[in-house]
């Protein structure tokens, strides 16, 4: 089976000398529905393991950060947020082309779809919705000097150089005029909060981003690669635009939240702020700030796309996805 981006023979070279008890005659392969870094499971014929690498081609500044991802985790495993055992990491581009990392092989499922979630039930549905928000809560509660994560972040500033690392983003991307993405940016420039006390943020929580184990809880929180530290409220705004856009758009990133027995836009912030004792504030600008995020990923996709350097299906149309986002972004700013 091909695997893009994957040496089989190198990498069972290099795999025995860094992982104990691994072979070096390997198989892969290349896990679907990710859309940015790629992912495989190796296997020895005895033992298996998760392999994360950038995608092919060129890559903009401070994306697919393998280091960050694995010191993210490795960080976080004494904690209550359940991450995966980080093996190893390998910063020698010679090797794989990018660096990589290698963690275990967790037994959990990454719920996408609504229709996957109808067919456990409604009460197994709001369950999992339930455990979702707690660990997003037991994820914003760990301190990040605690785990040695103090300097992984710059949270002095954090709103208003999000602000600006997206319009970034939109800027390296240019394949099209955007005029309602300049206005949404010039509205979040104005509308920037305070700083918040730091937090460990995730930067793309959703429910396919968590493996749930059989009995319905979360066995490994997983794709960290634009996790920082800063304002944690930013992860709970992105979740709830994941839920809008699957609303307003067909091809959504995730629609889970339709499912019957998922919990509302206002149970998920009940849920949050009671767990949490957080004032969430004016969480219309975190809406706001969400939305043109996800616009800016969905277009890094589209550009990628175009350029040949992404790997799978479902491409095609992903970028008429930014511009019902970027309309949901202004409408947010206007929501108390």
Known sequence: METPGLDLEVLGSWLPSHVDGAGSDLTATLIAGGKSNLTYRVSDGASTWILRRPPVGKLMATAHDMGREHRMMSALGPTPV???????????VDVLGAPFYVMSDV???PYR?????RALGDDRTRAISERLIDTLVDLHQVDPSAVGLADAGRPEGFLGRQVERWRKQFAAAHTRDLPTME???AKLVDRVPADATPGIVHGDYRLD???VDPDDKPAAVVDWELATIGDSLTDLA????YARFATIAEGAVSDVNLAPGYLSEDEVIARYAAASGRDLGDL????????????GIVEGIYYRFGQGQTVGEGFADVGAGVFPLLDAGLAALKEN
Do not use: I, R, T
């Not at 219309?284 to 616009?295: E, G, N, R």
């Open 238 to 241: 992105l979740m709830l635009v």
């Open 107 to 109: 037994n959990g499922v």
């Open 183 to 185: 206005a949404l940016y």
């Open 284 to 295: 219309s600008f975190y809406l706001a700030l969400a939305s043109f995020k996800l616009a």
């Open 113 to 117: 779809s609504q229709h996957e979630l």
């Open 209 to 211: 981003n968590v493996l």
């Open 82 to 92: 359940p991450v995966p055992h980080m093996y190893a990491f390998c910063d020698d």
